[in-house]
C-alpha cells in the first residue's frame, strides 16, 4: 500500500474532436465502471474547447478532468489565453503547468510557470507542475541542477500550505513521444531527489506530494515504474488517446 494515493493523468496534448473525444470517454467510463476498485485518482488533462464535453461527461463518473495550461493572468486584456477562473467555470479539478511543450515551443520561463502555479492554487485547482532534463543535459550530468532549478522557482513563491497541495510531474524532455522510457530505477534517482527539494521546504508537506512519472509510459511498463516507492503516479500522453491503454495502466496503478 502506497502512503500516497496514486493519480493517472491523460495528458492528451492537441489532440481529439468532438465525436473522437466521445468515444475515448465512453470508452474511459465504460471501463472505471468495470473496475472493482479504482484505486487511484483519474484525470484527463483536454485541450481548452472541449472542457464542456469532458465536464457534461465526467461530471457523475470518479473521473476528474483538467486543463493542459493556464494563464499567469487573473483578467483582461490577454488575447488569446485562459483564466483559471474560466477553468472553474467548467468544473476542471486540475491544471498542468510547465510541461516541457510548453517550456520549449511557447518559451516559458521557471518564473512564469511559477506564477501559474500559484494562480492554480488561489483558485483551489491542483497544478501538475513539470520538471524535466533534455538529453543534452542529462549528458552533461545537469540532470539534477537542471530540475531542481525549475522546482525551485516554484517553491519560492509557494507556502507551506501551498506546497503540500500541488502535483509535481517528472518528464525527461528525451521520454516524451519517444517510445523511450526511463527505467524505474533512473525515474526513481530523480523522484527522490525532488522529495529532497521538497523537504527543504517542509519535511511533511514532502511525504504529501505525489511526484508523477511522465515520458512513453504504457501498459507494459506502468506496473515496474509504479512500484516505485516515490513514483506515485504518471502523467500520460500518447497511451492516454486510447481507451484500453489509459485503464491499463490505470488498473497497474
Ligand atoms: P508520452 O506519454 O506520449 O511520452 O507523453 C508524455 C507527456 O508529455 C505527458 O505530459
Given at each position: 500500500m502506497k502512503q500516497r494515493r496514486p493519480l493517472i493523468a491523460g495528458n492528451w496534448k492537441m489532440n481529439g474532436s468532438l465525436a473522437a473525444n466521445q468515444v475515448l470517454l465512453t470508452g474511459l467510463?465504460?471501463?472505471?465502471?468495470?473496475?472493482?476498485?479504482?484505486?487511484?485518482?483519474?484525470?484527463?488533462?483536454?485541450?481548452?474547447?472541449?472542457?464542456?464535453?469532458?465536464?457534461?461527461?465526467?461530471?457523475d463518473s470518479v473521473i476528474k478532468w483538467g486543463a493542459q495550461d493556464v494563464s499567469a493572468q487573473e483578467v483582461?486584456?490577454?488575447?488569446?489565453?485562459?483564466?483559471?477562473?474560466?477553468?472553474?467555470?467548467?468544473?476542471?479539478?486540475?491544471?498542468?503547468?510547465?510541461?516541457?511543450?510548453?517550456?520549449?515551443?511557447?518559451?516559458?520561463?521557471?518564473?512564469?510557470?511559477?506564477?501559474?502555479?500559484?494562480?492554480?492554487?488561489?483558485?483551489?485547482?491542483?497544478?501538475?507542475?513539470?520538471?524535466?532534463?533534455?538529453?543534452?543535459?542529462?549528458?552533461?550530468?545537469?540532470?539534477?541542477?537542471t530540475v531542481a532549478r525549475q522546482l525551485n522557482a516554484v517553491l519560492a513563491v509557494l507556502n507551506t500550505e501551498q506546497l503540500a497541495k500541488i502535483v509535481l510531474a517528472y518528464e525527461p524532455v528525451w521520454a516524451i513521444g519517444t517510445g523511450i522510457t526511463a527505467t524505474p530505477e533512473m525515474a526513481q534517482q530523480v523522484h527522490a531527489f525532488l522529495r529532497t527539494q521538497l523537504s527543504g521546504l517542509n519535511a511533511q508537506a514532502a511525504g504529501q506530494v505525489a511526484i508523477l512519472y511522465g515520458g512513453s509510459m504504457?501498459?507494459?511498463?506502468?506496473?515496474?515504474?509504479?512500484?516505485?516507492?516515490?513514483?506515485?503516479?504518471?502523467?500520460i500522453g500518447g497511451a492516454a488517446l486510447k481507451a484500453a491503454d489509459f485503464l491499463g495502466i490505470v488498473a497497474a496503478a
Amino acid at each position: 500500500m502506497k502512503q500516497r494515493r496514486p493519480l493517472i493523468a491523460g495528458n492528451w496534448k492537441m489532440n481529439g474532436s468532438l465525436a473522437a473525444n466521445q468515444v475515448l470517454l465512453t470508452g474511459l467510463l465504460d471501463g472505471v465502471a468495470q473496475l472493482a476498485t479504482v484505486a487511484c485518482d483519474v484525470v484527463v488533462c483536454v485541450p481548452f474547447p472541449y472542457l464542456a464535453q469532458a465536464q457534461a461527461s465526467l461530471q457523475d463518473s470518479v473521473i476528474k478532468w483538467g486543463a493542459q495550461d493556464v494563464s499567469a493572468q487573473e483578467v483582461g486584456a490577454y488575447t488569446g489565453e485562459v483564466a483559471v477562473s474560466m477553468l472553474r467555470d467548467f468544473g476542471c479539478g486540475y491544471a498542468i503547468v510547465g510541461h516541457s511543450e510548453r517550456r520549449s515551443y511557447h518559451a516559458e520561463a521557471d518564473a512564469l510557470v511559477a506564477q501559474k502555479t500559484l494562480r492554480v492554487l488561489e483558485a483551489g485547482l491542483t497544478p501538475i507542475v513539470c520538471v524535466g532534463e533534455t538529453l543534452q543535459e542529462r549528458k552533461a550530468g545537469l540532470t539534477e541542477a537542471t530540475v531542481a532549478r525549475q522546482l525551485n522557482a516554484v517553491l519560492a513563491v509557494l507556502n507551506t500550505e501551498q506546497l503540500a497541495k500541488i502535483v509535481l510531474a517528472y518528464e525527461p524532455v528525451w521520454a516524451i513521444g519517444t517510445g523511450i522510457t526511463a527505467t524505474p530505477e533512473m525515474a526513481q534517482q530523480v523522484h527522490a531527489f525532488l522529495r529532497t527539494q521538497l523537504s527543504g521546504l517542509n519535511a511533511q508537506a514532502a511525504g504529501q506530494v505525489a511526484i508523477l512519472y511522465g515520458g512513453s509510459m504504457k501498459p507494459d511498463n506502468a506496473a515496474a515504474l509504479l512500484a516505485m516507492p516515490d513514483i506515485d503516479g504518471g502523467l500520460i500522453g500518447g497511451a492516454a488517446l486510447k481507451a484500453a491503454d489509459f485503464l491499463g495502466i490505470v488498473a497497474a496503478a
